[in-house]
């Protein structure tokens, strides 16, 4: 039997820099991952944009999730497992 590998643990953000992650800290990662999704919203419109919800989270959290897809990205492509 082949022998597994431990899992490793994240402690910090990582993120892509030419190819190589590197480590960054929270506020960095955040501007980070908001200038990405304002490019594809900028570049190509919210409906490129899409957000999957699970029926574990609370109404709340799928309320909040719902609002950022539609508001912020300006998305209406939003799912959940619910319906299933």
Do not use: H
Not at 9 to 35: C, K, M, S
């Amino acid at each position: 039997m082949p022998k597994t590998k431990p899992y490793v643990r994240l402690t910090q953000p990582l993120i892509r820099d030419a190819g190589v992650l590197r480590p960054a800290n929270w506020e960095e990662a955040l501007d980070f991952t908001a200038r990405g999704l304002g490019s594809v919203v900028d570049k190509l419109g919210g409906q490129w944009f899409g957000l999957f919800s699970c029926s574990k989270a609370t109404n709340e959290m799928n309320f909040v999730a719902q609002k950022f897809a539609r508001v912020v990205m300006g998305s209406n492509n939003i799912d959940s497992c619910n319906r299933t």
